[in-house]
């Protein structure tokens, strides 16, 4: 997948594809809010910032992108993730997984009234319920199995695409906190998941991968062009 990006600050377009990626460099602190904040006002509300193009047809940006200003903190909506994994979950449910779970109600009750058997109030349990209700309230949701930043970004992002339906994703000064190797690793498991991405970011990077390429625009608002690990800063 190709995309291209523009905006009419920039002279030179965001290429979004699989094989690269792109980070923008933005010094000047006034621009760099302007940036910011139209990113997020153009998701949360569809205002005008950035224009997407795929071919020569333009696409809506904020029906494809999600914006990640806290790399340590990706803003999930938790009530919503458990939803849809539920729903999805639910609707795969087969015919003999439905028996075993109306055999397992059925033990459940079983097992309430054993345990209230003693209890001063006659006690039962509605036991014609369907799986979305038991799972839900088991709060069925993503397992993180480590407390690496690495990984735990990327299983925000891959829980994020697949709730949203969004396959482009804007990071803030992602590069802040990832070693060239892990720069790697992260845009490696962008691909595999066919997610592509930019960055977003105040200063030059500190560290370039070999598929990368920066736009630089200094506090002058001159705009500089650097491609992948072959130019120096």
Not at 1 to 19: F, G, N, P, Q, T
Not at 129 to 153: C, M, Q, W, Y
Not at 170 to 189: A, C, R
Request: hydrophobic share 35%; charged share 30%.
């Amino acid at each position: 997948m190709k995309r291209i990006l523009r905006h009419h600050r920039i002279e030179a377009e965001i290429i979004l594809e699989s094989d690269t990626y792109t980070t923008l460099a933005i010094e000047s602190p006034s621009l760099l809010r302007t940036f910011l904040d139209g990113v997020e006002r153009q998701i949360e509300t569809g205002e005008p910032f950035f224009r997407l193009y795929d071919g020569n047809k333009e696409i809506p940006f904020e029906k494809s992108c999600y914006f990640i200003r806290d790399c340590f903190n990706p803003a999930l909506d938790n009530k919503k993730v458990e939803n849809t994994i539920t729903k999805e979950v639910v609707s795969s449910i087969s015919d003999e997984e439905q028996t075993e779970f109306q055999r397992l109600i059925n033990e459940l009750s079983q097992w309430v009234e054993k345990v209230a058997f003693d209890f001063p109030i006659p006690l039962t349990i509605e036991t014609d319920i369907n799986p979305g209700v038991l799972l839900k309230a088991l709060s069925l949701s993503p397992h993180r199995k480590t407390d690496d930043f690495l990984e735990n970004l990327v299983l925000s992002i891959r829980i994020l695409s697949h709730v949203t339906k969004k396959n482009i994703f804007v990071l803030y000064n992602l590069q802040d906190y990832l070693s060239e190797d892990e720069l790697y690793s992260f845009h490696k498991e962008m691909q595999k998941m066919e997610i592509v991405f930019f960055i977003l970011t105040s200063h030059l990077p500190l560290r370039k991968t070999t598929h990368e390429k920066t736009i630089r625009i200094d506090e002058d608002l001159f705009e500089q062009h650097i491609d992948f690990k072959t130019t120096d800063f």
